[in-house]
């Protein structure tokens, strides 16, 4: 592996579930109570030897990766998305009473293992000003969904959205999470809704 200094610039970070950690040898980060990081450089697995042959800690290499998720992400409504792929106009989601979506998809650029773009603090305020205070709904390892969160939003139901979608659309191994969470942006950690 070459020097930190060499790649700092390419160290990204993957969102697994804690149960479906690749073993790879990454250097895996808690981050919420059923999701982990994974550290890599480019597709390479980042090892914790590699990161302590730097004379680094993970923390530090961590918060590189948060720096770098911000520059390749992408946050389109739902709405869009469909109308995108050729949906008629009268399959398409409502908009809300505002005019705006009501459901947001949160992912990397090419959309392939983006649910990690999240752990950058600027693509959480991005989706802030977008979207206002908001509930993730991590939807797998691709890209998670912002709904927001006002008056109407009813996490149990959320909850139970998300138990039937990971049983019966999403693959186990790229089940992100079965709850509902928010994002504290004082603290940047990931609380259950």
């Known amino acids: 592996m070459k020097r930190f200094s060499e790649v700092r610039c390419d160290i990204t970070a993957r969102l697994y579930n804690i149960a479906n950690i690749p073993n790879d040898g990454s250097a895996v980060v808690p981050i ?7 550290l890599y450089v480019d597709n390479v697995p980042l090892t914790l030897d590699t990161i302590e042959s730097w004379g680094m800690c993970v923390r530090d290499v961590m918060n590189e990766a948060r720096y770098n998720l ?3 992400y992408k946050i389109k409504g739902m709405r869009e998305i469909l109308a995108d792929l050729g949906c008629p106009e ?10 705006k979506e009501m459901m947001y998809v949160v ?3 090419c959309g392939i293992l983006g649910a990690g773009v999240i ?9 802030r000003e977008m979207i206002g205070n908001f509930i993730i709904l991590p939807s797998s390892i691709h890209e998670v969904i912002l709904v927001p969160n006002n008056e109407d939003a009813n996490v149990d139901g959320l909850n139970g959205i998300i ?6 659309q999403v693959a186990p191994e790229e089940q992100l999470s079965n709850k509902a969470y928010v994002y504290n942006f004082e603290t940047n950690e990931f609380e259950a809704a």
Do not use: I, R
Request: aromatic share 0%; net charge negative.
């Open 90 to 99: 009268e399959m398409l989601p409502p908009l809300s009473e505002e005019g």
């Open 32 to 38: 919420a109570d059923q999701m982990v990081a994974a």
């Open 70 to 72: 911000a520059n390749d």
């Open 119 to 127: 752990l950058s603090p600027d693509v959480m305020k991005a989706a």
């Open 107 to 109: 992912t990397s650029g």
């Open 163 to 168: 138990n039937t979608v990971n049983t019966e």
